[in-house]
Nanobody
Framework: QVQLVESGGGLVQAGGSLRLSCVAS????????MGWFRQAPGKEREFVTA????????YYADSVKGRFTISRDNAKNTVYLQMNSLKAEDTAVYYC????????????????WGPGTQVTVSS
């Protein structure tokens, strides 16, 4: 089992920045990739970004390319999401997820999830 806990969410004005963190514990040696997803009220959960653990290969949704950056610190078993130039449409609950075999944008490929952290961007 892998446990995940996110932090860093909050309220920010449009154009501002936030950095989310996700700490993994448990069987962290089994992690192949970690990703961030988000879910806005009344909408389905959507892929934001992912990073492959062994070589830091990254993937981004088109909606966040150039604004968001994912990174990881293996020694701390932590993945970060730096969010810049935030927009009102970025408002959502952000979830950290871990995969043991694939680095994709499909939520079904990630068996482990954190409880989520709220990000609210005021316009």
């Amino acid at each position: 089992q892998v446990q995940l806990v996110e932090s860093g969410g909050g309220l920010v004005q449009a154009g501002g920045s936030l950095r989310l963190s996700c700490v993994a514990s448990g069987r962290t040696f089994s992690i192949y990739a970690m990703g961030w997803f988000r879910q806005a009220p009344g909408k389905e959960r959507e892929f934001v970004t992912a990073i492959r653990w062994r070589d830091s290969l990254t993937y981004y949704a088109d909606s966040v390319k150039g604004r968001f950056t994912i990174s990881r610190d293996n020694a701390k078993n932590t993945v970060y999401l730096q969010m810049n130039s935030l927009k009102a449409e970025d408002t959502a609950v952000y979830y950290c997820a871990a995969s043991q075999g694939r680095a994709t944008g499909w939520a079904a490929d990630y068996p482990y999830w954190g409880p989520g952290t709220q990000v609210t961007v005021s316009s």
